[in-house]
Nanobody, 120 residues
Framework: QVQLVESGGGLVQAGGSLRLSCAAS????????MGWYRQAPGKQRELVAA???????NYADSVKGRFTISRDNAKNTVYLQMNVLKPADTAVYYC??????????????WSQGTQVTVSS
C-alpha cells in the first residue's frame, strides 16, 4: 500500500527558511503530479505548489518567488523549499501525489501533514 511520509516542519522566524520533504513508499507503478497544500485555521485547504512528472510547476500567487517545488523521481520524493517565510504562511502543510499502482489502479494520496509556524 502507498504511504506519504512527510518531514521538515517546525517553527521559524519571519524571513527564515524551511524545507519540507515528502516521500511516497509502497507498491507504485508511476507517480504523476505531486504537490503541496496547506490549511490555516479557519481556512480551506489550498494548493501551494504542484509539479507534474513532465516538469511543469504551478504556484499559488501568495508564494511565487519565495517557494520552490522540486522532486526526485528516483526516490519518489517531492520537496518544498520555503524562503522568506511570513506569518501568513503558518499552516499545516500536506503533500499530495497522484499515483498509478500496478494493475491500472489510480489514486490520490495525502500525507498526514506537518505544522509550519512562522513567528513575527
Amino acid at each position: 500500500q502507498v504511504q506519504l511520509v512527510e518531514s521538515g516542519g517546525g517553527l521559524v522566524q519571519a524571513g527564515g527558511s524551511l524545507r519540507l520533504s515528502c516521500a511516497a513508499s509502497g507498491t507504485i507503478f508511476r507517480i504523476d503530479a505531486m504537490g503541496w497544500y496547506r490549511q490555516a485555521p479557519g481556512k480551506q485547504r489550498e494548493l501551494v505548489a504542484a509539479s507534474t512528472s513532465g516538469g511543469s510547476t504551478n504556484y499559488a500567487d501568495s508564494v511565487k518567488g519565495r517557494f520552490t517545488i522540486s522532486r526526485d523521481n528516483a526516490k519518489n520524493t517531492v520537496y518544498l523549499q520555503m524562503n522568506v517565510l511570513k506569518p501568513a504562511d503558518t499552516a499545516v502543510y500536506y503533500c499530495n501525489a497522484a499515483i498509478w499502482r500496478p494493475g491500472s489502479y489510480f489514486g490520490n494520496y495525502w500525507s498526514q501533514g506537518t505544522q509550519v509556524t512562522v513567528s513575527s
